[in-house]
């Protein structure tokens, strides 16, 4: 990495509060209870969007949850395509519209558990909610612990009921974007942990299990990128259900691990 792009990193770091963050880890033996998992689903080409880009990262900040962000593409006609939008996003909310029973899908929507859905920019509906699902017992029953260490980043999975995938989500920490066109046209927005790929990487049965990543998926980022682990069950091939556990890490804010 050179001068010039390791000070534009550490530039960022400083302006968006995340320099000295050093490692971490959002999971069990953390010493944090995890009260869910909250994906929301935004655009930079969305007027409504700003607010819940901004409760976002106030979940971060308290983190005592699991927040993603997942860019969506479908506003891009409205004049600016939202640079850090993928399909794949777009496909992952219309799979959660199908569980929900729902015909359509919008921004800002919150997805909380994998189970049930809200405006993301209502911070204190969100904070309810999951309280709400906890009392229930539609929380984060199974614990998942992840951690980097010298040969990578450790998974463990514990025991509890049913099957379920172990998703892997990849995000950039921080991102300072000057949107040009569209319904914010002129306004400097920062978006926190915005999703830039997600993968499968094994089963779960109900049994501990652990697994491995290379460093190296964390490097991509130089130092402003994490991942998160979600233990997903699905209601079919195709259509995700409940997340009943979930960790994340960081990478380090120089680009190391």
Not at 158 to 177: C, H, S
Request: hydrophobic fraction near 40%.
């Amino acid at each position: 990495m050179t001068f010039a792009f390791r000070t534009t990193i550490r530039r960022l770091a400083l302006t968006l509060g995340i320099l000295g963050a050093g490692c971490g880890a959002v999971a069990a033996d953390d010493g944090k209870t995890i009260k869910g998992v909250v994906e929301l689903f935004t655009s930079q080409g969305c007027s409504s969007c700003p607010p819940a880009d901004a409760a976002l990262k106030k979940l971060v900040d308290e983190g005592d949850v699991v927040a993603l962000a997942y860019h969506v593409d479908y506003w891009n006609y409205l004049g600016w395509a939202d640079t850090l939008a993928s399909k794949e996003n777009t496909e992952r909310q219309y799979a959660y519209a199908r569980m929900l029973g729902r015909n359509g899908v919008y921004t800002p929507q919150a997805v909380l558990n994998g189970r049930d859905h809200l405006n993301g920019a209502n911070l204190q509906a969100i904070r309810s909610r999951l309280d709400a699902m906890n009392a229930e017992g539609r929380g984060l029953a199974v614990p998942v612990q992840a951690a980097i260490g010298d040969d990578g980043i450790s998974i463990k999975v514990g025991a509890g009921e049913g099957k379920a995938n172990v998703v892997v989500v990849y995000f950039e920490r921080a991102k300072v974007v000057d949107v040009e066109k569209g319904e914010n046209s002129g306004k400097q927005i920062a978006y926190w942990h915005a999703v830039r790929d997600i993968q499968t990487i094994g089963m779960w049965d109900g049994k501990p299990a652990e697994f491995t990543l290379p460093a190296s998926v964390l490097i991509e980022g130089n130092g402003n990128s994490g991942c998160a682990v979600l233990l997903q069950s699905m209601k079919d091939a195709e259509t995700p259900g409940a997340i009943i556990g979930a960790a994340a890490v960081l990478a380090g804010p120089q680009g190391k691990l």
